[in-house]
């Protein structure tokens, strides 16, 4: 949720958006790794 936030100021889209950029990672074979609850935007 704090991502979708970052992805779409001031609008209601930002969880497709994260959701789809999830999408692609898993189809590149990106790995996740869990930070606890640390998160860097830059």
């Known amino acids: 949720m704090l991502a ?5 100021p001031g609008g209601t889209h930002g969880n497709d958006i994260i959701l789809s ?3 692609e990672a898993i189809c590149e074979q ?5 930070y ?3 998160m860097l935007i830059l």
């Open 21 to 23: 950029a999830y999408a």
């Open 30 to 34: 990106y790995r996740f790794y869990s």
């Open 36 to 38: 606890g609850d640390g």
């Open 4 to 8: 979708s936030a970052f992805a779409a």
